[in-house]
Nanobody, 125 residues
Framework: VQLQASGGGLVQAGGSLRLSCVGS????????FGWFRQAPGKEREWVSC????????AYSNSLRGRFTISRDIAGNTVYLQMDRLKPEDTAAYSC???????????????????WGQGTLVTVSS
């Protein structure tokens, strides 16, 4: 079971990045996927979630409108498009997958079964 996140990097404020998370080793079709982030010295924060069919999404209220989550089921890949980035978006972004995610638990770390390593996003002012 493996989740591999990529796409992080250094970007100026106002710019965009697209993160990718490729899953392997388990039946991804029955899993919802989420993105979380953790800034230095801060607690992990939920960012977004997409359901197993890719037709329902959820976002942290503070990020709605700037971030877009999507999934390519055939490619076992989940994306996080991040636009109009701000310095406060600087963090390590991690993807996670869970087979028992429900609406009330999308933002709860313990609801997710599998985690990938973080990819670092740095937004300069």
């Amino acid at each position: 079971v493996q989740l591999q996140a990529s796409g992080g990097g250094l970007v100026q404020a106002g710019g965009s990045l697209r993160l990718s998370c490729v899953g392997s080793g388990f039946t991804l079709d029955y899993h919802a996927f989420g993105w979380f982030r953790q800034a230095p010295g801060k607690e992990r924060e939920w960012v977004s979630c997409v359901n197993m069919n890719g037709d329902e999404t959820a976002y942290s209220n503070s990020l709605r409108g700037r971030f877009t989550i999507s999934r390519d089921i055939a490619g076992n890949t989940v994306y996080l498009q991040m636009d109009r980035l701000k310095p406060e978006d600087t963090a390590a972004y991690s993807c996670a997958a869970g087979s028992r995610i429900i609406t009330s638990s999308v933002g709860v770390s313990s609801s997710y079964d599998h985690w990938g390593q973080g990819t670092l996003v740095t937004v300069s002012s």
